[in-house]
């Protein structure tokens, strides 16, 4: 399933708010970090349904993955 165009881009917005509050970066930083991420391939790819999952859920999902690339 695919969700409409607009309301994934609220949420991607709400994500890197979210993103960049809890990694203490600038949203700059945080948008980046997101676009590059393997949470906004399935979100934008409609895989998983990953979109219904809630914000804070795919903040820590991005933000786990930043730990573990980085480690």
Avoid: V
Avoid at 12 to 18: D, E, G, H, N
Avoid at 40 to 55: A, Q, T
């Amino acid at each position: 399933m695919t969700a409409d165009k607009t309301l994934l881009q609220m949420k991607y917005a709400r994500i890197i708010s979210l993103l960049a509050k809890k990694m203490q970066i600038p949203e700059d930083k945080a948008m980046e970090l997101f676009y590059n991420s393997n949470t906004y391939y399935f979100m934008s790819n409609g895989i998983s349904d990953f979109h219904c999952l809630s914000d804070a859920y795919l903040t820590e999902e991005i933000f786990l993955e930043q730990k573990i690339n980085h480690t």
